[in-house]
């Protein structure tokens, strides 16, 4: 049984035990906890997911030979995704996708909202140096027939919002300037990491982030019922006398 359904059940185990209100006492608690049986290989592999998907590769070579958990896909496919996912960062949008390709061209080809985000990043780092003839002969060439294309209209109204831009000298004043924080490239840039992940079979997302989401409720759910032993700083895990 995996570690997170190991969990779940023992939490589930906890709730049934407090029907009413109750105080459960750390050492009731520890003696609980101290039955659940999870193996060391299954917390590696949890781990080395973790630094696999946030493409952190030499952490995971160096985890993997401490460890001898063998990451599930080949480590330089990770620093080609990196590569990407830095060039959005850094605005070199033509290089990413162009290293996209390289990767794997159905990526882009079978996911056109992808390819028009990817595109929308080009026009506003355009935008972003004042290159604003280029930026509308791009808008009018590039971006403009996908919004067409799509029957839901949701890509011509994106690129309504982006080409709002240039109608400001001042972008402070101009309501979608967010689209020119940094937060907008690392938005793209976690798009595009996640259709690699995909494409390679991979999960989006890492698995401990969701464990630990998953406790919080269960923790949430229990405090209705039971005065326990609460982990209150995830980063400590700590556990905290229900009395304090």
Not at 145 to 163: H, I, K
Not at 206 to 212: I, T, Y
Not at 219 to 225: I, S, T, W, Y
């Amino acid at each position: 049984m995996s570690p997170f359904w190991i969990v779940i059940r023992q939490l589930a185990e906890f709730e049934a035990m407090a029907t009413s209100k109750k105080m459960i006492t750390g050492e009731e608690w520890e003696k609980k906890l101290n039955n659940v049986k999870i193996r060391k290989e299954d917390m590696n592999k949890l781990v080395m997911n973790f630094l696999v998907t946030e493409g952190l590769v030499d952490a995971a070579e160096k985890f993997g030979m401490e460890s001898g958990t063998e990451p599930d896909t080949d480590l330089a496919s990770i620093t080609d995704r990196m590569a990407v996912k830095k060039a959005v960062q850094s605005g070199n949008v033509e290089d990413a996708i162009e290293k996209v390709n390289d990767l794997n061209p159905e990526i882009l080809d079978t996911n056109p909202q992808l390819f028009f985000h990817l595109q929308q990043q080009r026009l506003i780092e355009l935008i972003r140096n004042g290159k604003v003839e280029e930026a509308l002969e791009f808008a009018q060439e590039e971006l403009a027939p996908r919004g067409e294309e799509n029957v839901t209209q949701s890509f011509l109204e994106e690129l309504e919002r982006t080409v709002a831009l240039l109608a400001f000298e001042d972008v402070s004043n101009c309501p979608v300037g967010e689209l020119l924080d940094i937060s907008q490239r690392l938005k793209t840039a976690s798009e595009v990491n996640a259709a690699i992940l995909t494409s390679q079979s991979h999960e989006k997302e890492p698995k401990l982030p969701s464990l630990l989401k998953m406790l919080i409720w269960a923790q949430n759910q229990l405090d209705e019922k039971a005065a326990y032993p609460r982990i209150k700083d995830l980063s400590k895990a700590v556990m905290e006398d229900p009395s304090v």
